[in-house]
Each structure stands twice: as C-alpha cells, then as structure tokens.
C-alpha cells in the first residue's frame, strides 16, 4: 500500500508557465514532507521542504504548499525553465522510527517546452 | 558541500554472483540508507542503518543484505544476483537519528542482472 501517492507521471509546461506537481499521502504520522529532482543517471537532489507545523514554505522560483487536512501537498514552480524539466519525487518522514526514513511516491515527469 | 559516493556508475553482473555496493560518506551521518529506483514505482527502502553495525530492513529487504563497520561506510550485498535486480541503486545519508532533515543521495548504480 503506497503511502505516499504521486498520480500524474508526467506533466508538460511551456516555458515560463506555471508547473504545479501534486502529492497525496494516506500516513497521519507523517510531519515532514521533501521534495527531490532527479535528472536521469544521477541521484536525486533535494530541493525544498516543509513540516508540518506550517502550510507554505517558499524558496526561490519554488513554493510547497502543505494542506494537512486533505493530506495533500503540491510543488509551484514559477516561472518553469527548461532545465527544470526532471523527474520529481515527493517525500514523507514522520513517526518515531529510529531514523525516521524517507517514504517516496513514484515521481512526475516534467518536461518544460522552450 | 555533503558527498555520498558510490563505488560504480554501472555494474554488470551474471545471475547467481555475488554482488558489492558500496556508499561512502564524507559528512558523519548518522544515519545510511539504500533505495532501489524502478520505472513507476518511485524509490523504494530497501535497508538502513542509524549506527555502526545496526541495520534495520526497509521495505523490500528479500535478496539483499547490508553491512555497516564504519561510519562513514554503507554496502548493500546482493547474495545471489538475480534479473528482477536489474535496477538503479540509491544510498542516501542523514545527519541524524530524529529531526527534520534531508538525506543526501550519491549519483546511483545502474546494475543489470543477465
């Protein structure tokens, strides 16, 4: 049972658009939620995250919004660039696990158009 | 900068040997970790370690064993290759046990299985 739960595996935005990735998470548990790019051959790298104390969390061209009483987070990017396009993973941790690991949902493509 | 290096980009190997991962960190983490990376099912935990010589099974632990001696150093066994471990390899680091971080990921294995 996915935990963690990204519906749309890809997306396309022209560039300078708005992309808006979604995610959906069924673990109550959970208090802090990641997002990570990864381009192919590489790992991914993490881009921005936010707990759950809070409903916004804003870095750059990048904002997370967080709605905890529909358990679903999303990811802004505004204006979209080309080299944004990548595969993006949402992640969760929470609970009182001994190193309280990352659950990742299956990621979105995203492919910015020029 | 955090770095988390893998020992091999790629790896070929026959079904039936015996197969090394090894990860290694420069940061003291505490906390290490291996995912496996398939089309349409995100990162998957396979097993982690939040102290030397402690390991704990992640999700899909079957077919795979870890080892942690070092701090600094994480490797994932595979103990008789078989093709459904054709895959990506993720190791990932963690500065600590509980808290609100982010883990670091090396640049992957592609291991294929003939």
């Known amino acids: 049972d996915q935990q963690v739960k990204q519906n749309s595996p890809s997306l396309s935005v022209q560039e300078g658009r708005i992309s808006i990735l979604n995610c959906d998470y069924t673990n109550s548990m959970f208090d802090y939620f990641l997002w990570y790019k990864k381009y192919p051959a590489e790992g991914p790298t993490f881009l921005i995250s936010i707990s759950s104390i809070k409903d916004k969390n804003e870095d750059g061209r990048f904002t997370v919004f967080l709605n905890k009483s529909a358990k679903h987070l999303s990811l802004h990017i505004v204006p979209s660039q080309p080299g944004d396009s990548a595969v993006y993973f949402c992640?969760?941790?929470?609970?009182?696990?001994?190193?309280?690991?990352?659950?990742f949902g299956s990621g979105t493509q995203l492919t910015v158009l020029p | 900068d955090v770095k988390v290096t893998q020992s091999s980009r790629y790896l070929v190997k026959r079904t039936g040997e015996k197969v090394f991962l090894e990860c290694v960190q420069d940061?003291?983490?505490?906390?290490m970790f291996w995912y496996r990376q398939d089309p349409g099912l995100g990162l998957r935990l396979i097993y982690f370690?939040?102290?030397?010589?402690?390991?704990e099974k992640g999700d899909i632990p079957e077919g795979y064993s870890v080892s942690r001696e070092k701090k600094e150093r994480f490797s994932l066994i595979l103990e008789s290759a078989s093709t459904n471990q054709t895959s990506m390899y993720l190791c990932?680091?963690?500065?600590?046990?509980?808290?609100?971080?982010?883990?670091?990921f090396g640049q992957g294995t592609r291991l294929t299985v003939v």
């Open positions: 992640a969760a941790k929470g609970g009182s696990g001994s190193a309280r690991q990352l659950t």
């Open positions: 990932a680091s963690s500065l600590r046990r509980t808290g609100n971080t982010e883990a670091f």
């Open positions: 940061m003291d983490h505490e906390n």
């Open positions: 370690s939040y102290d030397v010589k402690m390991k």
